[in-house]
């Protein structure tokens, strides 16, 4: 797993060093692929600490990390605080299209129903967002905080049949619902695509704009969703309802 992570994550970070020098960043020990790799390494080894992580990485290799016997806790957490997140995330975007073909390249089968959207839309597409984790209070103005703040949410969109991320968007927002993201997920969406979204998206004005878009939707019903059924697809106790109708609110069509 290391070595595979290296292969693919390592060339990507390199990509962006000249990006991190346009900043004005100073290359000395802690350059950008070395705090790539310590931070990846946290992540993957779920180190549980900044002084674990020095600890570790003073002993061992830590992917492409060189032993840095020298290295202190106070160093690498002044440079975890003045490192740009946008860094990050412009690995990520590279790296992104290239797991998505590294996929394609395997030719893997896919599971029949999978086969069958592919062979009728665009994409098959799932959006989904997550509440990131508690950050811990160990330095910088997160001290004095009175209780662990979360870390902000996150938003992606998935490739149904490779399971992997296409966008992934970022909001600072912790308590932000997913419907926050509609407008980014709009542009990120193709004509023709089919799109599955949880619950936690029910907004009806747009699902009317995906519809006229050329987008088809599926979600779950809420409990208290008020409709009519125009068609009846399935309803079975292996694959329960499928229906098309009109929910009783800003018109709108529905599938579920």
């Known amino acids: 797993m290391a070595a595979r992570l290296s292969e693919i994550v390592h060339p990507a970070t390199l990509g962006q060093v000249r990006y991190f020098h346009l900043l004005g960043l100073r290359a000395r020990v802690l350059t950008l692929p070395v705090m790539m790799g310590l931070v990846l390494g946290l992540v993957w080894r779920q180190i549980g600490s900044v002084n674990e992580l020095v600890r570790v990485v003073q002993r061992e290799r830590l ?16 440079r975890l605080r003045s490192l740009p997140a946008a ?39 799932i959006a989904d967002g997550s509440t990131m984790d508690v950050l811990l209070r160990k330095v910088g103005l997160l001290r004095k905080a009175a209780v662990p703040p979360l870390a902000g949410r996150m938003m992606a969109r998935l490739d149904l049949t490779t399971r992997l991320p296409q966008r992934v968007w970022y909001d600072a927002d912790p308590a932000g619902h997913d419907t926050r993201f509609w407008s980014r997920l709009h542009t990120a969406i193709p004509t023709g695509a089919l799109l599955i979204v949880d619950r936690a998206f029910t907004d009806f004005a747009q699902w009317a704009a995906l519809s006229g878009r050329g987008v088809t939707w599926l979600t779950r019903a809420k409990s208290n969703l008020k409709y009519e059924v125009d068609q009846l697809f399935v309803h079975t106790p292996v694959s329960g309802i499928g229906w098309c109708g009109s929910a009783k609110a800003p018109p709108t069509s529905a599938c579920a």
Not at 97 to 111: G, H, L, N, S
């Open 63 to 78: 992917l492409w990390v060189e032993p840095l016997r020298d290295l202190t806790q106070q160093a690498l957490a002044q």
């Open 87 to 125: 860094l990050f995330e412009r690995v990520l975007k590279s790296l992104l299209p290239v797991v998505q073909a590294r996929w394609q390249a395997r030719q893997r089968p896919v599971p029949s129903v999978i086969a069958w959207a592919q062979a009728r839309y665009t994409a098959v597409l």
